[in-house]
């Protein structure tokens, strides 16, 4: 039996090398022609832990190829990415062209008994949108959504889960959600990702697969609201936040998670958008929560024009081009090299932009700066950065940064995002 996954990027990637492991063969698809070179050579182009030695072995051992044209397979596992886009004045509706274009690409070489998965995380009706798309291609063939059981291709829905930086591990440990078209689109599925998957296979409907996987990641957007806004609160009342939550968190029924300078990432920031484009009328917590998230990089902006302000006040023979501001940690979250929809990069960008004086960028997990971003130049040593900076602003809790004692740290100038100098 033979796999092909559309879509070579963060979960597509690892998900086809990972079934190529269990020595299946398997067909990798992206429309990036770099993308499909670099993975022929048994390289990688994106970055996560462990995913360069599977893709590795998988090439070389010959199960997993790529190219940039679909071929005949038995499986067909759709990961490309659903964004949003701006339409009719709703700015975050989401984007199924990705999905539409997969589905046409693929209908030419469709066959009777073959199995079509959408992994992507979508708004509710997508499968079935995708199924239509499916059968407008391919009117010789039959779907489930007019020939039910009797459907000559099969079609599930079943939402990735898993954690950037976790990845290999979690597509294996993790329980998966499998929502067919039908019960026999269901069965087949599961019987897919029983080759990788040793956490549970849970069927369902397709409707329901897509709104559980929505409802993850909204679960945690809502949790981390809550814990920005109490930062936000104790701020104004002058209390410590990272105390209060450990407090609040020794009770048995609390978990307070913790407050930051903002969500980062491509998929906690997007997919409650999915079910407040749908809903705009019930959806107001879920929609409050991605403001109260939004929001929170231009509070910690706020912050540390603040802390400038001290400064000076303390400094009054100095102006703001003599103060040198440092910027602790760029990535979206701790110990990942990943900058995409950073938070923490959007603050410094914005400090970079408007600040006259120096301002010293420390990111550990990455060699050099993006190209063609506003910050720049060359990245600062962290211990040379604490030594010269005059404001110090904590962005993302890297290890190496929880390892330097707060006493080193010139607390009167400090915005610190995560509580990690704050606290101790
Ligand atoms: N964050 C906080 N405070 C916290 C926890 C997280 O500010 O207490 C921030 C992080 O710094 C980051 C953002 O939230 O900027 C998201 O980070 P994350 O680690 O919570 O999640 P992601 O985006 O890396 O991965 C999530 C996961 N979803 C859930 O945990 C419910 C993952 O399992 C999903 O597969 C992934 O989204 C996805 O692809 O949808």
């Not at 670099?38 to 182009?45: E, L």
């Not at 998929?267 to 939004?294: G, H, K, M, Q, Y």
Request: with cysteine; proline share 6%; net charge negative.
């Amino acid at each position: 039996n033979t796999i092909s996954v559309i879509g070579l990027g963060y979960i597509g990637l690892p998900t086809a090398a990972v079934i190529a492991s269990r020595r299946k063969k398997v067909i990798g698809v992206d429309v990036n022609q770099h993308a499909v070179d670099t993975i022929n050579r048994g390289d990688i182009h994106i970055v996560e832990p462990e995913l360069d030695i599977v893709v590795h072995a998988a090439v070389k051992e010959g199960y997993l190829r790529a190219t940039t044209e679909p071929e005949p397979a038995d499986a067909f596992l759709i990961a490309v990415p659903t964004p949003f886009k701006a339409e009719n004045g709703n700015d975050h509706v989401p984007d199924l062209s990705y999905i539409e274009a997969a589905s046409k690409n693929i209908a030419p070489v469709l066959k009777k008994g073959d199995l079509v998965i959408l992994e992507s995380t979508s708004p509710v009706g997508a499968t079935e949108q995708m199924a239509a798309w499916l059968a407008e291609a391919r009117s010789d063939l039959t779907f489930p959504q007019t020939h039910g059981e009797d459907s000559d291709i099969r079609v599930a829905h079943c939402p990735e889960r898993v954690l950037p930086g976790h990845v290999v591990r979690e597509l294996v440990e993790n329980d998966r959600v499998i929502g067919g078209m039908t019960a026999k689109c269901s069965e087949a599925a599961t019987k897919l990702y029983k080759i990788f998957v040793e956490g549970e296979c849970i069927t369902t409907t397709a409707r329901t697969a897509e709104m559980a996987k929505l409802t993850e990641n909204s679960f945690r957007d809502v949790n981390i609201a809550f814990a920005n806004e109490l930062s936000i609160i104790c701020d104004k009342l002058d209390i410590n936040v990272w105390e209060l939550i450990r407090l609040a968190n020794r009770h048995p029924r609390v978990n307070i998670l913790q407050p930051g300078p903002g969500v980062g990432g491509h998929c906690i920031a997007v997919d409650p958008w999915f079910i407040v484009s749908e809903t705009p009328e019930e959806a107001r917590l879920i929609r409050t929560a991605r403001e109260v998230n939004d929001g929170k990089p231009q509070w910690v902006i706020g912050k540390v024009n603040e802390a400038v302000g001290k400064f000076l006040s303390h400094h009054p023979d100095k102006t703001a081009k003599d103060v040198t501001i440092a910027c602790f940690g760029l990535a979206f979250k701790p110990d990942i090299d990943d900058l995409r929809e950073s938070p923490a990069l959007k603050i410094a960008e914005n400090i970079v932009s408007r600040h006259p004086g120096r301002v010293l960028l420390v990111e550990p997990n990455i060699a050099e700066l993006p190209k063609g971003k506003a910050v720049g130049g060359n990245l600062a040593d962290q211990q040379q950065a604490l030594e010269i900076a005059d404001v110090v602003v904590l962005l993302v809790d890297h290890k190496p940064f929880k390892s330097i004692p707060s006493t080193r740290v010139k607390i009167d100038y400090l915005v610190d995002s995560r509580g990690v100098w704050e606290v101790r």
